[in-house]
């Protein structure tokens, strides 16, 4: 595996997990973004957005695009989410979660 994968696996997890954590499960990317850098995970826009969509492609989150010119990304938890973000269940291609 590519260091380059082992980054991308960490970062969807990290995006389950503070999805799992926000009180309705719901964030934009806008907000990933910044939280994803707090914890060492710098990156662009356009790749939370990639993360994202790759999530939503497995249906681990949905994916909402509102406001003018769909300027807003919405990402939402889904339940299948949820149980890989809390470790009940595993998907190739997103980092399992160590016991916490």
């Keep these: 595996m590519s260091l380059a994968e082992v980054f991308s696996q960490d ?3 990290v995006i389950l997990r503070l999805l799992a954590e926000d009180l309705d499960h719901t964030l934009n990317t806008s907000v990933l ?3 994803l850098a707090l914890i060492g995970h710098g990156c662009s826009r356009d790749c939370v957005e990639t993360e994202c969509s790759w999530l939503e492609e497995q249906r681990l989150v949905a994916v909402e ?3 003018t010119d769909n300027a807003v990304t919405v990402v939402r938890l889904t339940g299948r989410g949820q149980d ?3 470790g009940r269940a595993t998907v190739p291609g997103v980092k399992r979660p160590r016991a916490r």
């Design 11 to 13: 970062r969807r997890l």
């Design 33 to 35: 973004q910044d939280a």
């Design 65 to 67: 695009h509102v406001g």
């Design 84 to 86: 890989v973000a809390e």
